[in-house]
Nanobody, 117 residues
Framework: QVQLVDSGGCFVQAGGSLRLSCAAS??????????MGWYRQAPGKQRESVAT???????HYADSVVGRFAISRDNRKNTVYLQMNSLKPEDTAVYYC?????????WGQGTQVAVSS
C-alpha cells in the first residue's frame, strides 16, 4: 500500500553536507502517518534510529546527530527530508527511510552515505 523511495546519498568529505529525501507513494493519506524517520546501518552494526518526526511535527534525534542533522517533511509532496551538516566519518552508513501508518510499517530501499576523513 505504501512505497518509500530513498535518495540523496553519496560520497562526501568530512565537514560537508547532504540532504536525503524519502518520497512516499501509494494508497494512503499523509495525514494518517503516525511517525516517519530515518535510520542508518553501518557495516557490522545494528540499524539505529537517527531522526524521527511525528504527525504533529515533533522531532527526535539521536544524541550523535543533535545540532548537525534536521528532519523535515513536505506533506504536499509526501516527502521527508534529512538535512545532514558537519558530516563525520562515523556517519558513514546506509540510511533508510521508515514510515509507520496504522495499517503497517514500511521501509525504503536505503541510500548509501560515505564520509571520508
Amino acid at each position: 500500500q505504501v512505497q518509500l523511495v530513498d535518495s540523496g546519498g553519496c560520497f562526501v568529505q568530512a565537514g560537508g553536507s547532504l540532504r536525503l529525501s524519502c518520497a512516499a507513494s501509494g494508497s494512503f493519506s499523509s495525514a494518517n502517518v503516525i511517525v516517519m524517520g530515518w535510520y542508518r546501518q553501518a557495516p557490522g552494526k545494528q540499524r539505529e534510529s537517527v531522526a524521527t518526526i511525528t504527525s504533529g511535527g515533533s522531532t527526535h534525534y539521536a544524541d550523535s546527530v543533535v545540532g548537525r542533522f534536521a528532519i523535515s517533511r513536505d506533506n504536499r509532496k509526501n516527502t521527508v527530508y534529512l538535512q545532514m551538516n558537519s558530516l563525520k566519518p562515523e556517519d558513514t552508513a546506509v540510511y533508510y527511510c521508515n514510515g509507520l501508518w496504522a495499517f503497517g510499517n514500511y521501509w525504503g530501499q536505503g541510500t548509501q552515505v560515505a564520509v571520508s576523513s
